[in-house]
């Protein structure tokens, strides 16, 4: 409607100036050639105004429906009109890829939804349109993850309760708070998700709500399951979020106290975005606990970091036969039938690691997932989610992390006894 009122007024405005332009010419062949320059098709406007007021009228009557469908389309539909009035469509930098592939098709409250940011953290999944601090239109759910993080979900509106509580939302234009409707009962929802390395959920998505609440979903989704983001395999220091400035500042204190054996156990509130931080820490390192008083900034070209960081990056392995000394000739004889079974990778496998993770600790391995996909590094451990963590050392400062779940894995080799 708001786009057929334009261009109808633009139509009668350019018709207007033809008329006058044609009238002109009547007048003479110097106006009319004249008119072709705007500052002088004014000054025949003025010089000949009996004549050319009809076509002046004209354009004055196609400035209505355009001043109307603009005015509509502000209120509407505010993000297109923001993009138009400021020339975006007109810029010829390339369309960057989006991180999520999300392809949805419905509506919500009886709008076009076409959310570009989805998660499910804590239990909680969102879809989200809009990239204000309120969303334009957002859905929101309360879904139970299976063991190995995927979900199956099937809701039909006759079935018991309790169910996952649905909340709607959408911003109106003339208004500073979105509104939201919340349910339990009498929808239809159907999840099928399943993990997609390294940190997202990906699969279809069904929501048919009741009728009075215009809303009718149905595709394929993307979610992501931390506020980690990734770049060629590696974290986004770039990225601000809790779970960044998290990894960030693990790493500094693995490398700091030379152990793997860190875990943050609390962290000041954060106001993200910004450039500079001053974080009071406190970390467990190898089971003692530490507070420190730590400064990070936000710099091109490695994103977050703590300042004042001169720490090398962690040893691949430390060969603790080489360090120690060497045994007699006939002590040596007594230990070499042990040390030729001590050979880890005689009984190795996915289940054995998954028993005694601390045997294995720094070893060499090499996983092929269920798609054909290989990782290759050493092994760090196994999370709290019960996924296995690889690190590969890369060319330059920094790590590659692999974090995959047992049931992504179709074979894993240890590379070294």
């Known amino acids: 409607m708001e786009a057929l009122l334009i261009l109808s007024g633009l139509l009668l405005m350019l018709f207007g100036l033809v008329w006058l332009i044609v009238l002109a010419f009547g007048s003479s062949l110097f106006w009319g050639l004249a ?20 076509a002046i009228l004209l354009a004055g009557l196609g400035a209505i429906p355009v001043v109307v469908g603009v005015v509509l389309l502000a209120s509407n539909d505010p993000l297109r009109f923001e993009q138009i009035v400021s020339l975006r469509w007109w810029s010829s930098e390339p369309v960057k890829a989006q991180p999520l592939a999300i392809n949805l098709r419905g509506e919500l409250n009886a709008q076009a939804f076409a959310p570009q940011h989805g998660e499910l953290i804590n239990g909680i999944l969102t879809l989200r349109e809009g990239q204000d601090f309120y969303a334009s239109r957002e859905v929101s759910m309360r879904v139970p993850q299976m063991a190995d993080g995927s979900v199956q979900l099937s809701i039909l509106p006759t079935d018991a309760q309790p169910l996952p509580e649905i909340e709607i939302s959408w911003l109106l234009a003339e208004h500073e708070l979105p ?32 009728a009075k609440f215009n809303t009718v979903l149905n595709g394929n989704i993307e979610l992501f399951t931390d506020q980690l983001r990734y770049v060629d395999g590696q974290v986004d220091r770039h990225f601000d979020s809790l779970d960044t400035i998290t990894y960030v500042l693990e790493d500094y204190l693995q490398r700091r106290f030379a152990s793997r054996a860190v875990r943050i156990l609390k962290l000041p509130a954060l106001n993200l975005p910004a450039t500079r931080l001053e974080l009071e820490v406190t970390a467990l390192v190898d089971g003692q606990p530490q507070q420190l008083t730590l400064f990070m900034s936000k710099a091109e070209p490695i994103g977050w970091s703590v300042q004042d960081d001169h720490f090398p990056r ?35 496998s996915l289940e054995r690691l998954q028993r005694v993770p601390q045997q294995y600790v720094n070893a060499l391995m090499r996983i092929t997932t269920v798609n054909g996909s290989a990782a290759q590094g050493r092994f760090v451990e196994l999370n709290g989610s019960g996924r296995v963590v690889l690190r590969r050392e890369i060319n330059g400062p920094g790590e590659a992390s692999y974090i995959l779940r047992p049931d992504e894995i179709s074979q894993i080799e240890l590379l070294e006894p």
């Open 35 to 54: 008119s072709l320059l705007p500052p002088l098709t004014l000054l025949y406007v003025v010089r000949h105004w009996r004549i050319a007021r009809k």
């Open 179 to 210: 509104e939201a409707r919340r349910l339990n009962q009498g929808y239809t929802l159907y999840l099928n998700l399943k993990p997609l390395a390294p940190n997202k959920l990906q699969g279809d998505f069904h929501l048919v709500l009741p």
């Open 314 to 348: 962690m040893p691949i392995a430390i060969d603790v036969q080489s360090a120690a000394p060497m045994p007699s000739k006939a002590a040596f004889s007594t230990l070499a039938p042990a040390r030729s079974t001590a050979d880890r990778r005689l009984r190795f």
